[in-house]
């Protein structure tokens, strides 16, 4: 039995208990039995997205996020034309790879900003396409799951990885977040005071790539950083500290996850879509009442 | 200088010569700090200043020359926290972030051996409530540091140096960014800092006035240590420029230190 089913024995109960109270006719679904893997899935890549999207978001790396995936999607390729059934862990090597390249290029000024992530993101893409084009034969079927997200297809194998790269990136980010939080804010106290800022700095690259292969499945490599980055951003609109922030995020996260896949399956919309959409209308709402009605009613902005 | 200090010399830099992409910022210079001091280190941009506090760091690594720090090179682990860094605070720290006064002073009691698991211990909240009083933002430990006045703000950047409890502190421009009336109570509390509560300090500014104001000694860097003496026998602006030959070395309005040099580029 793997991690997925072990997770599944414990969750699967409560899921069942609630499924009765739950609106809509596809939607309840992923509370009893059916989708019950693709429920589990997403909360699981929400909550560690929008912890990581936290500390990307303040190092200024919102876009790594999606230069990952889209590098996740190029192993995915070389998987699927290799006949591999799991090819996530190909994307994994693949975008943990880039990570560290990326990281290194940027630390060691070889390329500023954005440059070392937009070579990566456009270069493995096309390779991916190129690979499948010349030995792919007819499986290019399967590739718009992975560039939309496929959250119904999630089958035990899949919750396997998820719930690994999951529980072990969850564990590390808290172990890790004063330090990461320090170094991220200023990397030259943070290092006079004796943390490891390259080590940190690095692992957190590595981190990142792997939530990002989690999150393939979910919202597809096109969208990830609809989970990553938007639900995080939503709350630098409302938190006034960084715990409350954190906090925030996950509210936000949350959110757009169960109602993007209440409103997907009711709607038979692609779900990773759905779930952007609404990350992405959270974000223009909050926005909108924060900078319009805020203001209007309190003019000091307090 | 007064003798009330430590013959304990806590810096040491000898002939000290560092490049940036390249170009020799810092040539063969040479200097010692006492425990217990208050040094200004001023000169135009480019002069240095900025260069000279990277490498007592170990940030940049010297060309030729030794720089000794508690006895030990920069960045060895026997002086790992002894030194305090206190940036220019308006610059520095990133603006797209939420974080309050409180949590920005708790990042400075982390070290390398707890820096792992986000709990902290009763001694790091004594020390993190200890910096909040000396810097005078008690009250506002749950306020969100994007809302401070630029003076509160250096001031909590300050507090985060002291809450890592490090001997030796070093400012880079802490007066940028701060109006006049918040610039002298910054300079009293570093002046508090220094006979009350032992700290050395090492601030470099542009702002002669204030650091001529604050501090016991003065090194005036411009092409070399120009002058390393107490700051009463700093000479006129006007005789530094003559000795160096520059073209134009003035005290502007507030005592804003202006030279045209060739020496372009680095901080």
Sequence with gaps: MGVGSAVMYVVSPILESIAPYVPGEVFPHFFSGLFQNALVASILVTVVAGFLGSFLLVRNLSLIGDGLAHVSFGGICVGLVMGSSSPLWFALVFSTIAAILIFEMQRNEILTGDASIAIFLT????????????????????????LFGSVLLIDEQDLDLIVIISVFSISSLSFLQNGLLATTIDPLAAQVQGLPARGLGLFFSITTAAVVVSMVQVVGTLLVTALLVTPAATAQLVGRSFRACLIWTQFFGLTSVILGLYLSSEMETGSGSMIAVVAATIFGTVGLYQTLLVPLFYPRGN | MPEQYSEETILSVRNLSVTRSGEEVLERISIDIRRGEFVGLVGPNGSGKTTLLLAILGVLKPLKGDISVFGHAPGSKHNLGMVGWVPQAATQLPNNIHITVGELIKLGT????????????????????????????????????????GGQLQRAVIGRALASESEFILFDEPLVGVDRASRNSLLRLLDDLCHNHGKTILIVSHDLTAVTQATHRIIYLEGGIQYDGPTEGLPDLSELANLRGIKHVHAGQEGTLNAESNHEGGK
């Design chain 1, 123 to 146: 270069g493995m893409l096309a390779f991916g396409l190129v690979v499948l084009r010349l030995w792919g034969g007819g499986i290019t079927i399967d590739v718009e799951g992975y």
């Design chain 2, 110 to 149: 982390l070290n390398q051996e707890n820096y792992l698991w986000g709990v902290m211990s009763q001694m790091m909240k004594d020390r993190v409530d200890m910096a909040l009083e000396m810097v005078g933002l008690t009250e506002m430990a749950n306020v969100d540091v994007s809302r401070l006045s």
